[in-house]
């Protein structure tokens, strides 16, 4: 009887500890996905920003050429 039940207790933390690694290994992929998603969700953005600093600086360039040709002496 005693052997039975040392087979049964060995089952049930083998079952633990496999359901437990299962759980760890989830939360890793879990967190792999999580850093995937917020990098690609970064990416894009960071596009945008450089977009619009680029048009922003174009804008200050142009308005700065109008105000000099405004104040430039004509001949």
Known sequence: MSNGTSN???GAIT????????????QVEMLNNGIKTGS????PLGKTVTDLAGNMLNMVNQVLQSVSSALAPKK
């Open 8 to 10: 049964d207790f060995s």
């Open 40 to 43: 690609q969700m970064i990416e």
């Open 15 to 26: 079952n633990l500890m496999d359901t437990l690694g299962k759980l760890g290994q989830q």
